[in-house]
């Protein structure tokens, strides 16, 4: 079993790593599901606060995975979230390399419904990358988005826990501004969305120098190769190196690819369906699909072959092998016999009364007439292992005829009582006589 933390989560095994934080696949107690729990590894105050703002995000949103719950426990802090197997996009294009761009349109306007509601509640995700949005485990089906990792994001008008001239995010996916150390804004995470199309769209991390560079000095190229027309100018449209030029709105762009959905060639039926499946692996030993098993619910070693009773002899019984460590007690060698079944009792008919006939002084008391008792039943002792002939009950000896005595009570209490009562009569005589 895994460490229980805060008596309520237990982690079972490590699923991701983080800047600031530890992934672990956990199982809840109270609610009695398995979650994801990101754990602290720093215990700085500038980490912790950081850690307090993203578990203080509570966005309620199909396509984002916020914060659900925190705890803290000694020295050690986590906060959980839904646990989203399918791993992220980078698992995707590592399987599949360049997506189709109908597949690559459902993910982004996915994305972009996430990023929406992120930005309703004022919030500046500043950290959009492949490894950051995850997919659940759907199979060759409707892919499902998440957008997840909050640990720098800030809401707008909040104080940057940065110092000046310290950008924070990832590099390759930084907006221009944001290298010029601007305030972070909606459409700096407009520009990553647009860095990660194109890394769906090719299979490979774009360079986003190199792009930059070529926008500012010719302004829009045009469509690489493989990109259809219409979906470039909404990708087109999130790299602009000016933020006043670029997208404001995430909603904004989910209408323009909405219409560049609409021109875009159907599939081919050659095209390869895109499957997400369980990147997260097999719950470890102790772990089933309804929290921690028992050691009765855990699957037992298949027992052994029962051992095949030895068959009935003629008679009914059983010959029974002697265990292989006890020996048997030393005596006489004698024939095994078979063991013959105990006759049961056969139940006593009284005889019917005869006349009295005269018996001789030195005559042997007849046993014809004399009342049989009953023998009961009694296991006969034997040795061990070894086998006897049946034992038969000896007869009956003859009942001894006793003299007939009366009913009265012993002469230890008959004769004082008497005394007393002869004594009574006298006075009683006595007392008659002096009237």
């Known amino acids: 079993m895994g460490e229980i933390f805060a008596g309520r989560y237990e982690l079972i095994d490590p699923i991701g790593r983080g800047g600031v934080g530890a992934?672990?696949?956990?199982?809840?107690?109270?609610?009695?599901?398995?979650?994801?729990?990101?754990v602290l590894q720093q215990s700085d105050a500038h980490t912790l606060l950081r850690f307090v703002?993203?578990?203080?995000?509570?966005?309620?949103?199909?396509?984002?995975?916020?914060?659900?719950?925190?705890?803290?426990?000694?020295?050690?802090v986590l906060f959980t979230m839904d646990l989203v197997a399918g791993g992220?996009?980078?698992?995707?294009?590592?399987?599949?390399?360049?997506?189709?761009?109908?597949?690559?349109?459902?993910?982004?306007?996915?994305?972009?419904?996430?990023?929406?509601?992120?930005h309703a509640e004022g919030v500046v995700h500043r950290d959009i990358k492949p490894a950051n949005i995850l997919l659940d485990v759907t199979g060759t089906g409707r892919p499902h988005l998440r957008l997840s990792d909050f640990?720098?994001?800030?809401?707008?008008?909040?104080?940057?826990?940065?110092?000046?001239?310290?950008?924070?995010?990832?590099?390759?996916?930084?907006?221009?501004?944001?290298?010029?150390?601007?305030?972070?804004?909606?459409?700096?995470?407009?520009?990553?969305?647009?860095?990660?199309a194109l890394y769906l769209l090719?299979?490979?991390?774009?360079?986003?120098?190199?792009?930059?560079?070529?926008?500012?000095?010719?302004?829009?190229?045009g469509a690489p190769?493989?990109?259809?027309?219409?979906?470039?100018?909404?990708?087109?449209?999130?790299?602009?190196?000016?933020?006043?030029?670029r997208f404001r709105t995430a909603t904004g762009v989910r209408k323009a690819l909405t219409s560049a959905v609409e021109m875009l060639p159907e599939a081919g039926p050659n095209e390869e369906p895109v499957e997400v499946f369980d990147q997260i692996g097999p719950l470890p030993a102790g772990f089933g699909p309804n929290g921690p098993e028992t050691p009765s619910q855990t699957t037992p070693a298949p027992a052994p072959a029962p051992t095949p009773l030895p068959s009935a002899s003629e008679t009914g019984s059983f010959h029974l092998p002697p265990p292989p460590q006890q020996q048997p007690a030393q005596q006489p060698q004698q024939p095994a016999q078979p063991v013959q079944p105990v006759q049961p009792v056969q139940p006593v008919h009284e005889q019917p009364t005869l006349p009295p006939q005269p018996v001789s002084a030195h005559a042997a008391p007849s046993l014809a007439y004399a009342p049989?008792?009953?023998?009961?039943?009694?296991?006969?002792?034997?040795?061990?292992?070894?086998?006897?002939?049946?034992?038969?009950p000896a007869p009956a000896s003859p009942a001894v005829r006793r003299p007939a005595t009366r009913p009265g009570p012993p002469p230890k209490v008959a004769v004082p009582v008497l005394f007393v009562a002869l004594i009574c009569f006298a006075v009683g005589i006595w007392a008659l006589t002096q009237t």
């Not at 199982?27 to 994801?36: E, G, L, P, T």
């Open 88 to 118: 992220s996009l980078a698992h995707v294009i590592g399987d599949y390399g360049p997506l189709p761009p109908r597949f690559v349109c459902t993910l982004l306007d996915q994305l972009l419904s996430g990023l929406a509601a992120v």
């Open 372 to 392: 049989t008792a009953a023998v009961p039943y009694e296991q006969a002792s034997t040795h061990p292992y070894t086998a006897h002939a049946p034992q038969v």
């Open 202 to 221: 090719q299979g490979q991390k774009p360079d986003s120098r190199a792009l930059i560079e070529h926008f500012m000095a010719h302004g829009t190229p």
């Open 53 to 76: 703002r993203e578990q203080a995000l509570r966005i309620d949103h199909p396509h984002v995975l916020a914060p659900a719950s925190w705890a803290a426990d000694d020295d050690k």
């Open 151 to 196: 640990g720098i994001s800030m809401r707008k008008g909040e104080p940057r826990l940065t110092e000046t001239n310290y950008v924070v995010g990832t590099p390759g996916y930084f907006a221009p501004e944001q290298m010029m150390g601007a305030e972070p804004d909606f459409p700096a995470d407009l520009f990553a969305v647009g860095l990660v």
């Open 23 to 38: 992934v672990w696949r956990a199982w809840d107690h109270r609610r009695r599901r398995y979650v994801a729990a990101k």
């Open 225 to 245: 190769q493989d990109i259809p027309e219409p979906l470039w100018q909404v990708i087109a449209g999130l790299l602009q190196p000016d933020p006043q030029a």
